[in-house]
């Protein structure tokens, strides 16, 4: 059982929507983390945020805007997003962010497809 | 920017069989880890590996860095086919950042 939940689980939208993504996690980290993991291409780190402020953006476009109010909870909002951009969408947290070997924990993602 | 790359991509096994799965990086390794991810799903937590010669072991699965740091396997012994799924090796790489191999799929066959 994990302690990172995503919902939803799957999403449908068309490229005019505007959705969200939620991630919880109830494990007392204080660094979350967004992935976009697409076919044959390894996981792509897309935004971390430590103690709720954002550390890492990894030249990620403007249609992909993430929100962290607190530590256990982080958002993805969604706008005039591509086809290509049809992937599972991964979070996860860790004790802290900044590396220093600790392993990070992973909500089960949402199937993302756009269509 | 420092790479992982895994091998074999891909994986079919019979039931009871050994195997090997190999994470090779571009740079030293200061944290190595690995998970497994059923498709559809999250990545689950196996192990870590942080020292040079360090070898850690969870039922079935051992995982071994080299002494250079830039080499891990995963190694399953008498595989089941509960051992199915893909598993993917992870890297620090530098503040904030993590890194991930493009994983490998095993299938066991029963």
């Known amino acids: 059982e994990t302690g990172v939940t995503q919902t939803p689980r799957h999403l449908v939208m068309g490229m005019t929507n505007k959705k969200s993504l939620k991630c919880e996690q109830h494990?007392?980290?204080?660094?979350m983390y967004w992935y976009k993991q697409s076919a044959k291409k390894p996981l792509e780190l897309m935004f971390v945020?430590?103690?709720?402020?954002?550390?890492e953006n990894n030249s990620v476009p403007s249609r992909f805007s993430p929100e962290c109010p607190n530590s256990s909870h982080l958002f993805l909002h969604l706008h005039t997003l591509q086809p290509e951009d049809s992937a599972l969408y991964l979070c996860?947290?860790?004790?802290?962010?900044?590396?220093?070997?600790?392993?990070?924990?992973f909500g089960d993602g949402t199937r993302l497809s756009i269509l | 920017s420092q790479e992982l790359e895994q091998s074999p991509q891909s994986l079919i096994v019979q039931e009871g069989k050994n195997l090997t799965i190999n994470c090779t990086s571009s740079?030293?390794?200061?944290?190595l880890y690995w998970y497994k991810q059923k498709y559809g799903e999250g990545l689950i937590f196996l192990m870590m590996?942080?020292?040079?010669?360090e070898e850690k072991s969870h039922e079935k699965i051992t995982a071994k860095l080299d002494e250079k740091k830039q080499q891990s396997s995963l190694h399953i012994t008498a595989s089941q086919p509960s051992h199915a799924g893909i598993y993917l090796c992870?890297?620090?790489?530098?503040?904030?950042?993590?890194?991930f191999g493009t994983g490998t799929r095993l299938k066991v066959l029963a």
């Open positions: 945020y430590n103690f709720k402020e954002q550390t």
């Open positions: 740079k030293t390794l200061y944290g």
């Open positions: 590996l942080q020292k040079g010669g």
């Open positions: 992870g890297a620090d790489s530098g503040t904030y950042k993590y890194i």
């Open positions: 494990l007392g980290h204080n660094a």
């Open positions: 996860a947290s860790s004790r802290q962010g900044g590396g220093g070997n600790q392993p990070q924990h």
